[in-house]
């Protein structure tokens, strides 16, 4: 008998890949004989960054996230590109989108400082995502620690392996598994979008081509973001509450206001429809299903020793 599609995506509900599993050299005390102010400065400097630019959180969740889909969890995302070698930075999915960089330059030199070629750029990251959360009214979770960073950069991972903005459900949903991360995950993940904006190229398509979109809504999308090249500057928030990390993402899910075509893939007549009402409804429901996600995504294939090292500037490997 053919098994349906909708029983594949079913399947892939239940069970992912072995991607990202429960690593035992990774520990939230790692650091806490060598470096015990770690979490400290990390905390200190994220304050300092959020009260001069609160949209540097959702800057630094994506570059967490772009580090870890492209390859593991390893800073390869950080490296600049040199003559002998293209980073992850110039790739189509990042380039030009990401940012946060200056802050990891600054949390990196003020941990040299007190624990110097102790800590990993990559321990460095997944600190600074899970704090831009949490002091943007989100959960915080155990950061579990002791990664250490690439050597070289995965331009092609970061090509090939983080999701579009167009992307389809089935499609999410097959990206997410090969790593390891089930459809909770990956529908709580998805809420990292509750922070931050997006530019009108990615979601012009939508707003004047999609049926499944709330008309208000896209109307006033279209006075700023018109067909044909418009203003590569205008964006648009991802929610209503950009500034803040709670449930407004799938509350205006449920409203069809999905900015990006793969926001609004997750609702409307799709299997992870209950996950996404659930959410929308229970923001600590929400909160809890982030937070365990987020140390899966941080599982995502750690580098340990050699052939890693700890950088002393997160932006080239070490001479």
Partial sequence: MAISFNFFLLLLLLAGSTTAFPNFFLSPSFYSNTCPQLHGIVRSAMKEAIRNDTTIGAGLLRLFFHDCFAGGCDASVLLDDTRASVGEKTAPANKNSLRGFEVIDLIKKRVEADCPRTVSCADILALAARDSVGLLHGPRWNVRLGRSDATAAEQNAASFSLPGPGSSLPILLTMFAAKGLDARDMVALSGAHTLGRSHCSLYRERIHGDSNIDPAFSAA???????????????????????????????????????????????????????????SEDNAAFGRDFAAAMVKLGDLSPLFGLPGEIRLNCRKVNA
Wanted: with cysteine; charged share 20%.
């Fill in 221 to 279: 999308l279209r006075s700023t973001c018109p067909l044909g090249s418009g203003n590569a500057t205008v964006t648009a928030p991802f929610d209503r509450t950009p500034g803040r990390f709670d449930n407004m993402y799938f509350k205006d899910l449920v409203a069809f206001r999905g900015l990006l075509k793969s926001d609004q893939a997750l609702y409307g007549g799709s299997l992870v429809d209950p996950l996404v009402e659930i959410y």
